[in-house]
């Protein structure tokens, strides 16, 4: 072991590099997988010649980004050796792309819990409104306008939508702050965390408002009953 590298937050930390004559050394007395004979001892390998008569992949680094493609055409067409070139970007950007049918399962999931934790907070606010009939019938009593109860029930579903986006984004945030060093820790893998995005704080708007549309149902139902029917004693 001749040093330890920086880490730089990717798997390429959990990698070890060794040099070409290392690779075939490390190959002697095996083959396909299967070992042909004893180990041969450290005196024997450093009398031989490992340097490698071929090599089978290689990354090669340009100065000029624009003879990107004009390189790989030339090597991809190369008639004395059947050469391929591959680019790690495009061939990454392929990957995600058939890992996108993943995030969108993901993302169908996270509507249908959003859809599920809307209905169970406006089946609370119903149960909670049918309780609380008597009290929308003394507030009416004593001079509150219709629009006033709307207001007042809208603006509960309102905070209780906000009150969810906020333990929601700050779980996510704590989860991310325990997990990220095990993570890292474990296999490599650095998970940063960052802001929100325009595009995560447009779902989160659309969650706000629909929670506030919930709201509009039992804020409806509380402006449609009479005065009398909520002071009416019921048996």
């Known amino acids: 072991m001749v040093g330890i590298l920086a880490p730089t937050g990717t798997p390429v930390d959990k990698t070890v590099h060794v040099s070409l004559e290392a690779i075939e ?37 340009l100065k000029s980004r624009i003879q990107t493609f004009a390189l790989q055409r030339e090597i991809n067409t190369y008639r004395q050796e059947p050469l391929s ?8 950007h392929e990957l995600w792309g058939m890992m996108s049918v993943a995030e969108q399962a993901l993302m169908t999931v996270s509507v249908f819990v959003v859809i599920a934790g809307l209905l169970g907070m406006l089946s609370s606010l119903l149960t909670s409104l049918q309780e609380r009939r008597r009290e929308m019938a ?46 890292h820790q474990s296999y490599g893998i650095q998970l940063n965390i ?40 019921r048996i």
């Not at 070139?85 to 495009?90: F, L, R, S, T």
């Not at 629009?147 to 996510?172: N, P, Q, Y």
């Not at 995560?200 to 969650?207: A, K, N």
Request: aromatic share 8%; hydrophobic share 55%.
């Open 25 to 61: 050394a490390i190959h002697v007395g095996w083959e396909s997988g299967a070992q042909l004979g004893n180990v041969p001892s450290a005196e024997y390998l450093l009398k031989q010649d490992f340097q490698p008569k071929q090599i089978t992949a290689m990354l090669v680094g």
């Open 194 to 233: 960052t802001a929100l995005t325009f595009h995560e704080w447009m779902l989160l708007g659309f969650v706000q408002l629909a929670g506030i549309i919930i709201g509009f149902i039992p804020a409806i139902r509380a402006y449609q009953q009479s005065l009398s029917d909520g002071m009416t004693i």
């Open 138 to 183: 003394i507030l009416r009593a004593m001079g509150a306008r219709p629009r006033h109860v709307f207001s007042l029930l809208t603006l509960e579903a309102s905070c209780l939508t906000a009150v969810g986006v906020i333990v929601g984004v700050g779980g996510l945030y704590l989860l991310l702050a325990i997990v990220s060093p095990i993570v």
């Open 85 to 92: 070139a591959i680019m790690p970007g495009v061939a990454l």
